[in-house]
């Protein structure tokens, strides 16, 4: 049976009429006697597209109740009873209600021969499928149209359904006419328009959306060209639309030919440029990666693509490559061969222009670097070292000569035969050190003194004996292959210790993968020791065209630029590895590209763990936020509920206060006063040692002057005081250092039972002052002692209204911003010593810790 076909109208917007243009087809088939009939129409109380149904067999709609309300769908069933020709099916990204056969109508519509689809079905059966869909609801186009217009499309189908279509028919209008068409009333209601007018049908989005129509359009043409040439096997090309190909050789002019290929694409709509490198398949070349790297930047940053083809026939794959992508011009340069090189054949670009035929274009561009020669590719020495290639000449050369002075005057006449095969063994040398070149060169010299001293008649380059011919022939002919075959066994041997050291390389990376290095400096550093350079730096910029900034580097002054660089490999858009020292031969690129990707990785994994970090400073700092609001909410509520009490009693005009009762209300302000101005002035001393605006300044000071002075805000009696005057001075901020003694003394008080008093006492030890701050209270566990240095900590069962849990905290960050440190001890008997460690005045300065390194420790 003949399978269905699909057809769909594919609308620029709302309202160009793509849903009037189906049902116009559908009137046009019925006239011309074809069975078609409405599956399902919505014509949305448009009264032109309702005028359209008359005449059109309508087949009944399913009617579906959903929470209470009832909907209608297109009825499979009732269609596939009714087997018409042709069945019009609006509305392709329609979501269908719950309950219906399948969750979407494109499902209904689209695999025109998967089983158990509702329009595949109508498909099989026979049944073509006329259908309808906007641009924007494309699903690959969804975040541009968001883009575009702010409105995030809720249905989609997928391109792919679209794109399977049998044929595809773009509907059409100007955003001029759209917009006059809605003012008309004729595609939304009076209502409506101004509305819509003013938001999603504004010019420019319609000029957008109208653009996306006729590119994705367009393309699809271009596929279905492509499939139709290939199905067809057409190798003329067709200037459907104009496709430059430009031809790169890696030399220095590959910039000019692309900005000129862009220049003529430019002159006609939708021209597109392919630049393409031909490389052997031996990889012999004497292009610059350094060069095909910049020029594949440049061509992708002018709209172009790049591509890399292997071919051992540079004009074949060029003009092979030309008529597959259907190009309509090919740009090269002018040979940069010199006059006499001409004698090897024509070039690239004669043979090109030559060979194209009249449906390609060939366009030779001038340029500074033509007939200025060009290098050749690289000799062999550089594949198997330099060394190995002297000592190759050296004995392939002198070898010859030092084994004709041996067999002439120290060894008896072994024979020609023999004197052969000596000759041979050098040459098999020869090609064995530095391959075949030097072994041709042994081969020749040998031969000639193989005629000259050992054939008859001697000294002579004339043979008498036609045997001795067909020896020194037989010589030439084993010696060449077999110097090949050497020289292919030493190029593989030398290709395959290079592969080795690129897998253990490509081990060593896939290795810190797995482990989740994150090394930056240290992976940068493994690559400049693998290829012996001076340094490496990688490289980022923000945009296309920004600067250049240095993210990460080592070695012996790095570049600032990719174009600096001896070699550099780009990572994606704006990232490039940047190296110098040396320029690296092509087959090191693949290896390179493997420690860009990885550098590339190590960054974006630094990044998100710095991320990571923040994000946690965040979250503790909203936890701080948070227990500071649960903390202060009571303790700030307590000392203002207190004075605004005393107050009003005060200005109560109802009751006449004793003197002593006006001092015991005006005592009660000013306690809550001063409970206020503590913890106001805790909380600041937090916010600046958390925002690191807390500088000391260090001057000599004697302890037993500040101490006294931190002991007065606490009661008398309650701290015994020994501070020797005998102690050396410390380097200390007085007024930090009074508000930190003030803090731990305070706290100390706090929970030391009442008649026992606290012991302040100091010494000196090592070039530090200990001050200890004794107290006989519960004491704190051995798990608990650091965290009663953070912010809005209450050890145990502290009662509200005894502080927010600040006070040891403000105390630790002055301490250690005056480089001294603050820690804890049980005291023997039960209770808490605090130890300040304070530098003397001579003593040496201690770093502070880094809290980097405090959090990865």
């Known amino acids: 049976m003949r399978r269905g076909k699909l057809r769909i109208y ?175 009333g004729n595609v939304y209601k009076p209502d409506k328009v101004d509305a819509a007018l003013s938001h999603y049908f504004r010019p420019g989005n319609l000029t957008a959306l109208r653009e996306l129509a006729l590119l994705w359009t367009a393309d699809r043409v271009d596929e279905y060209l492509q499939e139709y040439r290939t199905e067809h096997r057409v190798s003329k090309i067709w200037g459907s639309r104009e496709r430059i190909v430009v031809g790169l050789t890696g030399g220095p002019e590959g910039r000019t030919l692309i900005r000129r290929a862009v220049r003529l694409a430019e002159k006609g709509a939708g021209g597109e440029v392919l630049a393409v490198y031909i490389s052997r398949s031996d990889g012999l070349t004497s292009a610059s990666p350094k060069e095909l790297a910049v020029q594949r930047t440049l061509v992708e940053d002018l709209g172009g693509t790049f591509h890399h083809v292997v071919g051992d026939d540079v004009s074949a794959g060029l003009l092979a490559f030309a008529r597959g992508v259907n190009a309509t011009q090919i740009v090269l340069g002018v040979s940069r061969r010199r006059s006499w090189q001409y004698v090897l054949g024509p070039g690239v670009s004669a043979t090109v222009a030559r060979e194209s035929g009249p449906d390609l274009d060939v366009h030779i561009v001038t340029h500074d670097e033509a007939a200025k020669g060009r290098s050749l590719p690289a000799p062999a020495r550089t594949r198997l070292g330099r060394s190995r290639t002297l000592w190759g000449w050296a004995v392939g050369l002198a070898g010859p000569v030092l084994l004709t002075l041996l067999l002439s005057g120290v060894l008896p006449d072994v024979g020609l035969a023999n004197d052969v095969l000596l000759f041979l063994a050098l040459t098999v040398a020869a090609a064995l050190l530095g391959g075949l070149r030097p072994a041709l060169g042994s081969a020749a010299v040998g031969s000639l003194l193989l005629n000259w001293y050992f054939t008859p008649p001697l000294h002579q380059l004339t043979i008498a004996d036609p045997r001795n011919i067909v020896a020194l022939v037989i010589f030439v002919g084993v010696a060449v292959p077999v110097a090949s075959v050497v020289d292919v066994a030493a190029r593989r041997t030398h290709q395959a210790a290079r592969l080795r050291a690129e897998a253990e390389t490509l081990s060593f990376l896939a290795g810190s993968v797995l482990r989740g290095e994150t090394g930056l400096d240290a992976l940068l550093e493994r690559l400049r020791e693998t290829f012996s350079m001076e340094s490496v730096a990688l490289l980022e910029r923000g945009e296309d065209t920004g600067p250049w900034s240095c993210v990460a580097a080592v070695g012996h002054r790095p570049v ?298």
Request: aromatic fraction near 2%; hydrophobic fraction near 40%.
């Open 560 to 857: 600032s630029r990719p174009e600096a660089a001896d070699v550099d490999v780009p990572v994606g858009d704006h990232l490039a590895l940047a190296l110098t020292g040396r320029v690296l031969p092509a087959e090191d690129r693949r290896v390179l590209g493997a420690f860009a990707a990885q550098a590339a990785v190590v960054l974006d994994r630094q990044r998100l763990l710095d991320q990571a970090e923040k994000s946690r400073e965040l979250a503790e700092g909203n936890k701080i936020r948070t227990s500071l609001l649960a903390a202060v909410s009571h303790d700030l509520r307590t000392p203002l509920a207190g004075i605004k009490a005393s107050v009003s009693s005060l200005r109560a005009d109802d009751v006449e206060w004793s003197e002593a009762d006006r001092a015991e209300l005006l005592a009660n302000i000013e306690d809550g006063t001063d409970r206020l101005d503590h913890l106001v002035g805790n909380l600041l001393d937090v916010s600046r040692l958390e925002t690191g605006t807390v500088t000391a300044v260090i001057r000599e000071t004697d302890l037993d002057e500040v101490v006294p002075m931190a002991l007065l805000g606490v009661p008398e009696g309650s701290v015994d005081l020994d501070v020797p005057e005998t102690l050396p001075m410390v380097a200390v901020d007085r007024g930090l250092l009074e508000r930190a003694v003030a803090n731990i003394v305070e706290n100390a008080v706090k929970h030391s039972p009442h008649g026992e008093p606290v012991l302040v006492s100091a010494s000196a030890l090592a070039g530090r002052v200990e001050l200890r701050v004794v107290d006989r209270g519960p004491g704190v566990p051995d798990e608990a002692k650091e965290r009663v240095f953070g912010a809005f900590q209450r050890h145990g069962d502290a009662p509200r209204g005894e502080g927010v849990g600040l006070g040891l905290a403000v105390a630790r960050g002055f301490v250690e911003a005056m480089d001294g440190t603050v820690t804890t001890e049980d005291t023997p008997g039960g209770g808490l010593t605090m130890v300040l460690g304070l530098r003397t005045a001579d003593g040496p300065h201690r770093p502070r810790p880094d809290p980097s390194t405090e959090k990865e420790t």
């Open 10 to 184: 594919l609308g620029a917007a709302p309202g160009v009429g793509k849903t009037y243009s189906m049902l116009s087809e559908g009137h046009r088939r019925v006239e011309r006697g074809t069975d078609c009939v409405v599956a399902f129409v919505e014509h949305h109380d448009r009264p032109r597209t309702e005028v359209m149904l008359h005449g059109l067999e309508t087949v009944p709609r399913r009617t579906i109740e959903y929470r209470g309300t009832s909907f209608t769908e297109m009825d499979v069933d009732a269609v596939l009873a009714r087997r018409p020709a042709v069945a019009l099916v609006d509305e392709l990204p329609h979501t269908n209600v719950p309950g219906s056969r399948h969750a979407k109508r494109w499902q209904d519509v689209a695999e025109l021969l998967a089983a158990g689809q509702d329009v595949a079905e109508l498909l099989a059966a026979g049944i073509d499928v006329v259908s309808t869909v906007n641009i924007q609801h494309l699903e690959s186009l969804g975040d541009v149209v968001e883009a575009i217009t702010g409105v995030r499309q809720k249905e989609t189908v997928p391109d792919e359904v679209v794109r399977r279509a049998d044929q595809i028919e773009l509907v059409d209008m100007s955003p001029q006419a759209l917009r006059r068409r809605m003012a008309h």
